[in-house]
């Protein structure tokens, strides 16, 4: 079975604080996104990734980067925490090939910025 | 753009009860059509997909059926039971933008009463 994990199920921080959300995928999938999810608006791409060094803009990418020094981990980083940014985070990962487009999720991290 | 749309929540159902969620979709080209399913707490989980048209997903009693000429991709089950209580995303394969990316539709939270 495809695992996705992700580093903490809940986090709270402060305005301001730089905050490092990570998440790992033991399939060697090459495709790996984070999302938010809030009420109402459903899921959100935020940045995701086709490779190793390789990131492309979502939706949403104001506020956050993103780090993929391995092939298994990619890393959000919310540089300077903001109260707006309080949300559910969703880690997905699946195979860079035409057909095989399902997306594996993470259990989430909820975030709340104090 | 592409996009999803799939009927507001939320649905409240006695156990035993016939279930629709309706998701239509706007594409270019030929999509692939997912149902993901949140448990409380959770991330999300692939319930089903269909790759072409005509085709039908099932899964622990869920059916939904690619429709090109409808543009729609409906869950349906015949017999809810208390533990399907989640919220369901449609989704689609976004070709028409970066090969990988899904686009959701809002979501739609089912309560299933005993």
């Known amino acids: 079975d495809v695992k996705v994990t992700q580093s903490s199920r809940y986090l709270v921080k402060r305005t301001g604080e730089k905050v490092f959300l990570e998440c790992v995928q033991d399939?060697?999938?090459?495709?790996m996104f984070w999302y938010r999810q809030d009420p109402g608006l459903g899921l959100r791409l935020i940045y995701f990734s086709y490779d190793v060094k390789m990131k492309e803009k979502g939706d949403i990418p104001e506020g956050y980067s993103v780090s993929r020094e391995k092939k298994e981990r990619f890393s959000l980083i919310l540089e300077s925490a903001s109260t707006n940014q309080t949300s559910m985070y969703l880690c997905a990962s699946s195979f860079y090939r035409t057909g095989e487009d399902t997306q594996y999720f993470g259990p989430g991290t909820r975030l709340t910025v104090l | 753009g592409d996009s999803v749309t799939q009927m507001e929540g939320p649905v409240t159902l006695s156990e035993e009860a016939f279930l629709t969620i309706n998701c239509t979709y706007t594409?270019?080209?030929?999509?692939?059509l997912f149902w993901y399913v949140q448990y409380p707490g959770e991330g999300l989980q692939l319930l089903l997909k269909a790759t072409k048209a005509d085709d039908k997903g099932s899964n622990k009693g869920f059916e939904a059926t690619y429709r090109k000429e409808t543009t729609s991709f409906h869950l349906e089950k015949g017999s809810v039971q208390v533990s399907d209580s989640a919220v369901y995303f449609c989704a689609l394969s976004d070709y028409g933008g970066s090969q990988g990316n899904l686009i959701f539709g809002k979501g739609t939270k089912l309560s299933v009463k005993p």
């Open positions: 594409a270019t080209g030929y999509p692939s």
């Open positions: 399939m060697d999938h090459e495709n």
